[in-house]
């Protein structure tokens, strides 16, 4: 993928999926306080901002008209339908992280990660299943945020996501917040030590056995 050609190590492209509620956005935040080489990728969508976000920080919050405008100018890395509103991974996001040095971490459903892994097959895929169905409607119903309806259809649209979850290099069960953020550390930690990323170490190496 030419963005990332130009760069020593060839920066990662990580990838978390999982239902929402499942308590990926939590563990996205921890991972990145525990490691300043990770960064997140802000995307673009047309759903309404929720109490509590920020423009520019959560999402970039554009109008159908402009995110068709946007796809049209060839801006998204991919993008996709989730419940009813557009979503996208913007390519100036990704070419920003990468260019500061940084992996990037993307918060994007099965049917992104799927289109990225066309655009990039060196992508880290990562999900993060919740512990039972149970939990995962309790944790729905704990935001307090959605109404009986919402959380119907976030149930329906939560075993769709899961189905996928096969697809992905890495899966997790997150029993417990901090464990899940160690275990996906571990993954990011151990992928950045690929031979295939390191191909920098080239000329070390020549200079270590002459
Ligand atoms: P929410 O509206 O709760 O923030 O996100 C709903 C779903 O959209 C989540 O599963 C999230 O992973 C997904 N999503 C967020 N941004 C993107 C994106 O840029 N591309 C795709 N394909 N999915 C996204």
Same mark, same amino acid.
């Given at each position: 993928?030419?963005?990332?050609s ?13 239902p929402? %509620?499942?308590?990926?956005? &939590?563990?996205?935040?921890m991972? +990145? ?6 960064? +997140?990728?802000?995307?673009? &969508?047309t759903? *309404?901002?929720?109490?509590?976000? @920020?423009a ?7 109008? &159908?008209?402009?995110f ?9 890395l ?19 992280t990468?260019?500061g040095?940084r $992996? ?7 049917? %992104? ?7 990039? *097959?060196d ?6 299943? *919740? *512990? ?16 009986? $309806?919402?959380?119907?259809?976030? +149930? ?12 992905? $290099? ?12 160690? @275990?996906?550390?571990?993954i ?7 031979? &295939?990323?390191?191909?920098? @170490? ?9």
């Amino acid at each position: 993928m030419e963005v990332t050609s130009a760069f020593k190590r060839r920066g990662l492209l990580f990838v978390l999926s999982s239902p929402s %509620g499942a308590g990926k956005s &939590t563990i996205a935040r921890m991972l +990145m306080a525990s490691d300043d080489g990770i960064a +997140m990728s802000v995307s673009a &969508t047309t759903r *309404p901002m929720r109490p509590g976000e @920020l423009a520019g920080r959560d999402y970039h919050f554009v109008s &159908t008209e402009r995110f068709e405008e946007m796809v049209a100018a060839g801006e998204f890395l991919e993008w996709a339908h989730v419940f009813g509103h557009r979503y996208g991974t913007l390519k100036r996001e990704v070419r920003q992280t990468i260019e500061g040095g940084r $992996d990037v971490l993307l918060d994007i459903d099965w049917q %992104g990660t799927q289109q990225l892994k066309q655009v990039d *097959p060196d992508i880290v895929r990562v999900f993060i299943l *919740p *512990p039972s169905m149970e939990e995962l409607e309790r944790r729905l119903r704990n935001r307090g945020t959605d109404s009986e $309806d919402v959380i119907a259809r976030r +149930m329906e649209r939560a075993a769709a996501e899961i189905s996928h979850w096969a697809e992905y $290099d890495y899966v997790l069960i997150n029993n417990n917040a901090e464990k899940c953020r160690e @275990l996906v550390h571990n993954i990011l930690k151990a992928e950045r030590l690929k031979a &295939t990323r390191r191909v920098f @170490l080239h000329d070390f190496v020549r200079e270590l056995i002459g």
